[in-house]
């Protein structure tokens, strides 16, 4: 008797006519070779079939990578050597910095929503298609060069209006009140959930967020002197630039910008101060002005608030006092003053046409090795519209690209792969009782968010003109009065952007971000619809070894980072909760240094050193992810009672499927930036790595001691 191999991809049938006929087929298989044929010349397709034959078994036949690459070696390398060989990008996308599947999706994507807005202005005439037509057309032009000399000279009277007033919290609150700009202030107030009280939005003091991507530049600690000294000179020649394109001749120093945050670094060490461990610090409005210098109560009735706030919550005790006395002391010196003059003009350099290269040049070419500025309307307009018209994007990218049979199968999967892993933390030995009873209500409680965030709110009614300047400010003045009210009040979905990326990048839970995601304070995992789509999950000619090397393997990944590093010091129901015994922290500390110690180690076979330490819980998730799925292949091949030869494919296949998901290509250039900021490591030790630990793979590959694909254990952390 014959056994059908049954597989979640065609689970389900539909019925299609052809002539008089009816015939039931696979949901997932769909006809393709009058499409595949026609593109293809009549000689071509009369071809001896055997000719053909021949030329494609010595194409199987061949290496696909050099005999010096071998997949007990490396891998990463021997699958997708052909690949990373021969990628390139179209003209317009020359500005993704890191190719891989996700940007270059996030690529169409962006397209994608520039059509839809197109397509909505076009069909309609309503006050939506005039903001939309408006706004658009704003991004599209930019600000008008001689606006930005004009608001250019206005940024001087403004700030030197500030320090005439003598309070320096008004000036504070000034630079916080715009996103664009806010990160820039020494001290960053943000909206976000309460750590402690996750179901209520709470007021956080956090840290400046520092212009030069290696921080380590503005330390003089002898180490690296040439490589200092250029970056140090490409950032004053940038600054000096701001100044002379948007002022003309002028007298400001562009060292001034790097001295006032080089001030700032030193403040993160303040004597007698002590952080608490968690990073999470609750000050009250009294407390901030007697013990740490900062005035609670005049900052806030500068941002817009009624009423203080009783308390922020701070992540950093010693940067707060000793940044504090730093501010207090110096926010009104000739060097200060260049310094807040900067932060408003470098914020016009990046909105006006013939200006913004002077942007790109700094921290697209030099900081991060980007090849072309963003010239394409597509991603500048989705990018900045995704602020203002979020919950209409989102219902017209979710009307025109969800579909049912992906969610559903996503859902599967998730509670699948849900199982598994809580299995693998059922049969763990190294955590104590009471942790391990924690740690599986933890995984019970997780909830899973597929395809568009919860609670979406509506778009605020404004009306737009034709300048981007001045519509950006109507956007962001709105957004700092919401932001003001709900402080202490239920959650909500906020559309966020990071403003110190360049491209500026959706951080938010926007439903067209290409991306997955786990949220401490939710206990959450979610699945952005823009990520359900190929090549992430792909029903129609791919198998279940496919799909779980890829959308399989992320959702493995997110569940893993609920008990690492840090999603391991939230609790069940997302508050900060300390539910580890000390025992059970030293062992997973081991742990942590042991996979720390081999990222460090494969990369430094390539000549790459860097710090592993910072990539940590995205490490730990990637190896308890490749642990979860192979579990998962196991048992669908148990259940399907396939023999040996089926169960070996099968494998392969996955851990093929597996490299050929994480192929990366970053330019030289951006190398360092890469390694200096990025959470992810090389998608090449993101793949070597993990497999390195899995047995099945080492048994599968013969990986032996001495070959590069060896580790000395294959502990999967849980």
Same mark, same amino acid.
């Given at each position: 008797?014959?056994?059908?191999?049954?597989?979640?991809?065609?689970?389900?049938?539909?019925?299609?006519?052809?002539?008089?006929?009816?015939?039931?087929?696979?949901?997932?298989?769909?006809?393709?070779?009058?499409?595949?044929?026609?593109?293809?010349?009549?000689?071509?397709?009369?071809? /001896?079939?055997?000719?053909?034959? &021949?030329?494609?078994?010595?194409?199987? $036949?061949? !290496? +696909?990578?050099?005999?010096? @690459? *071998?997949?007990?070696?490396?891998?990463?390398?021997?699958?997708?050597?052909?690949?990373?060989?021969?990628?390139?990008?179209?003209?317009?996308?020359?500005?993704?910095?890191?190719?891989?599947?996700?940007?270059?999706?996030?690529?169409?994507?962006?397209?994608?929503?520039?059509?839809?807005?197109? /397509?909505?202005?076009?069909?309609? &005439?309503?006050?939506?298609?005039?903001? $939309?037509? !408006? +706004?658009?057309?704003?991004? @599209? *032009?930019?600000?008008?060069?001689?606006?930005?000399?004009?608001?250019?000279?206005?940024?001087?009277?403004?700030?030197?209006?500030?320090?005439?007033?003598?309070?320096?919290?008004?000036?504070?609150?000034?630079?916080?009140?715009?996103?664009?700009?806010?990160?820039?202030?020494?001290?960053?107030?943000?909206?976000?959930?309460?750590? &402690?009280?996750?179901?209520?939005?709470?007021?956080?003091?956090?840290?400046?967020?520092?212009?030069?991507?290696?921080?380590?530049?503005?330390?003089?600690?002898?180490?690296?002197?040439?490589?200092?000294?250029?970056?140090?000179?490409?950032?004053?020649?940038?600054?000096?630039?701001?100044?002379?394109?948007?002022?003309?001749?002028?007298?400001?120093?562009?060292?001034?910008?790097?001295?006032?945050?080089?001030?700032?670094?030193?403040?993160?060490?303040?004597?007698?101060?002590?952080?608490?461990?968690?990073?999470?610090?609750?000050?009250?409005?009294?407390?901030?002005?007697?013990?740490?210098?900062?005035?609670?109560?005049?900052?806030?009735?500068?941002?817009?608030?009624?009423?203080?706030?009783?308390?922020?919550?701070?992540?950093?005790?010693?940067?707060?006092?000793?940044?504090?006395?730093?501010?207090?002391?110096?926010?009104?010196?000739?060097?200060?003053?260049?310094?807040?003059?900067?932060?408003?003009?470098?914020?016009?350099?990046?909105?006006?046409?013939?200006?913004?290269?002077?942007?790109?040049?700094?921290?697209?070419?030099?900081?991060?090795?980007?090849?072309?500025?963003?010239?394409?309307?597509?991603?500048?307009?989705?990018?900045?519209?995704?602020?203002?018209?979020?919950?209409?994007?989102?219902?017209?990218?979710?009307?025109?690209?969800?579909?049912?049979?992906?969610?559903?199968?996503?859902?599967?999967?998730?509670?699948?792969?849900?199982?598994?892993?809580?299995?693998?933390?059922?049969?763990?030995?190294?955590?104590?009782?009471?942790?391990?009873?924690?740690?599986?209500?933890?995984?019970?409680?997780?909830?899973?968010?597929?395809?568009?965030?919860?609670?979406?709110?509506?778009?605020?009614?404004?009306?737009?003109?034709?300048?981007?300047?001045?519509?950006?400010?109507?956007?962001?003045?709105?957004?700092?009065?919401?932001?003001?009210?709900?402080?202490?009040?239920?959650?909500?979905?906020?559309?966020?952007?990071?403003?110190?990326?360049?491209?500026?990048?959706?951080?938010?839970?926007?439903?067209?971000?290409?991306?997955?995601?786990?949220?401490?304070?939710?206990?959450?995992?979610?699945?952005?619809?823009?990520?359900?789509?190929?090549?992430?999950?792909?029903?129609?000619?791919?198998?279940?070894?496919?799909?779980?090397?890829?959308?399989?393997?992320?959702?493995?990944?997110?569940?893993?980072?609920?008990?690492?590093?840090?999603?391991?010091?939230?609790?069940?129901?997302?508050?900060?909760?300390?539910?580890?015994?000390?025992?059970?922290?030293?062992?997973?500390?081991?742990?942590?240094?042991?996979?720390?110690?081999?990222?460090?180690?494969?990369?430094?076979?390539?000549?790459?050193?860097?710090?592993?330490?910072?990539?940590?819980?995205?490490?730990?998730?990637?190896?308890?992810?490749?642990?979860?799925?192979?579990?998962?292949?196991?048992?669908?091949?148990?259940?399907?009672?396939?023999?040996?030869?089926?169960?070996?494919?099968?494998?392969?296949?996955?851990?093929?499927?597996?490299?050929?998901?994480?192929?990366?290509?970053?330019?030289?250039?951006?190398?360092?930036?890469?390694?200096?900021?990025?959470?992810?490591?090389?998608?090449?030790?993101?793949?070597?790595?993990?497999?390195?630990?899995?047995?099945?793979?080492?048994?599968?590959?013969?990986?032996?001691?001495?070959?590069?694909?060896?580790?000395?254990?294959?502990?999967?952390?849980?």
């Amino acid at each position: 008797m014959v056994k059908t191999r049954k597989s979640s991809n065609f689970s389900n049938n539909k019925t299609r006519k052809i002539g008089s006929k009816a015939l039931v087929c696979p949901i997932g298989l769909k006809p393709f070779e009058e499409e595949f044929s026609r593109g293809k010349s009549r000689k071509e397709l009369m071809k /001896d079939s055997r000719l053909k034959n &021949k030329e494609f078994i010595k194409q199987l $036949l061949s !290496n +696909f990578a050099p005999n010096s @690459i *071998k997949p007990t070696n490396d891998y990463y390398d021997y699958i997708n050597y052909q690949w990373l060989k021969n990628v390139s990008l179209e003209k317009q996308q020359r500005y993704i910095v890191q190719v891989d599947d996700f940007r270059l999706t996030q690529d169409k994507v962006y397209r994608q929503l520039n059509e839809i807005i197109l /397509d909505y202005v076009r069909t309609h &005439k309503d006050k939506l298609a005039t903001n $939309l037509k !408006n +706004f658009y057309g704003s991004i @599209i *032009k930019m600000n008008p060069p001689s606006y930005s000399h004009k608001l250019s000279k206005q940024a001087e009277h403004i700030i030197d209006r500030f320090i005439s007033e003598k309070n320096p919290w008004n000036l504070l609150a000034f630079i916080n009140s715009d996103e664009m700009i806010a990160n820039r202030a020494p001290f960053v107030w943000n909206i976000t959930p309460d750590e &402690k009280n996750p179901k209520v939005f709470c007021s956080y003091l956090l840290p400046h967020s520092f212009t030069l991507v290696d921080v380590n530049v503005y330390i003089d600690d002898g180490t690296n002197l040439a490589y200092k000294a250029k970056y140090k000179k490409a950032f004053h020649k940038y600054c000096k630039e701001v100044f002379n394109k948007t002022l003309g001749r002028n007298n400001y120093n562009g060292g001034d910008v790097f001295d006032v945050e080089k001030e700032m670094v030193y403040t993160f060490s303040c004597k007698g101060i002590k952080d608490d461990d968690s990073g999470y610090s609750k000050v009250t409005a009294d407390e901030a002005l007697t013990k740490y210098g900062f005035d609670w109560h005049q900052f806030t009735k500068a941002l817009g608030y009624k009423r203080t706030p009783k308390y922020f919550v701070c992540s950093s005790l010693s940067y707060l006092k000793c940044c504090s006395e730093l501010f207090v002391n110096n926010w009104n010196t000739p060097k200060w003053r260049t310094y807040w003059i900067w932060i408003l003009l470098q914020r016009l350099i990046r909105i006006t046409p013939g200006w913004e290269k002077i942007t790109y040049d700094f921290f697209g070419k030099f900081e991060r090795g980007q090849e072309a500025i963003n010239t394409s309307d597509s991603v500048s307009a989705s990018l900045y519209m995704s602020i203002p018209f979020n919950t209409f994007l989102t219902n017209q990218y979710v009307a025109k690209y969800e579909n049912p049979q992906l969610i559903e199968y996503v859902k599967t999967l998730c509670n699948d792969l849900k199982i598994v892993y809580r299995r693998i933390l059922e049969r763990n030995t190294w955590m104590a009782p009471s942790t391990k009873e924690y740690a599986l209500k933890k995984m019970d409680h997780f909830n899973f968010v597929i395809g568009k965030p919860e609670g979406l709110r509506e778009d605020p009614d404004l009306d737009y003109g034709h300048i981007l300047y001045d519509n950006m400010k109507k956007i962001m003045d709105w957004r700092h009065e919401k932001f003001v009210e709900l402080d202490g009040q239920p959650i909500v979905d906020i559309p966020m952007m990071d403003w110190t990326q360049y491209p500026v990048k959706m951080t938010g839970s926007q439903a067209y971000i290409v991306n997955a995601s786990y949220t401490p304070a939710k206990n959450s995992i979610y699945i952005n619809l823009g990520y359900i789509q190929k090549p992430f999950v792909d029903l129609d000619e791919r198998g279940i070894e496919y799909n779980l090397a890829h959308i399989g393997d992320t959702l493995g990944h997110e569940m893993s980072h609920g008990f690492d590093d840090s999603g391991s010091k939230y609790g069940w129901d997302g508050a900060l909760n300390d539910w580890w015994t000390d025992a059970d922290k030293k062992v997973y500390k081991a742990k942590q240094v042991d996979v720390i110690k081999q990222y460090e180690e494969f990369a430094a076979r390539d000549g790459i050193k860097f710090d592993a330490s910072i990539s940590i819980g995205e490490d730990l998730a990637d190896i308890s992810a490749i642990a979860i799925c192979s579990e998962y292949l196991r048992d669908f091949q148990d259940k399907n009672d396939d023999i040996i030869p089926i169960r070996t494919y099968s494998f392969e296949a996955y851990y093929t499927y597996y490299a050929f998901q994480q192929r990366q290509m970053v330019k030289k250039k951006a190398l360092k930036a890469q390694l200096k900021t990025n959470p992810h490591p090389l998608d090449k030790y993101r793949c070597n790595v993990p497999l390195s630990r899995c047995e099945i793979f080492r048994a599968l590959f013969n990986v032996k001691k001495g070959d590069g694909m060896w580790w000395h254990n294959t502990d999967t952390i849980w």
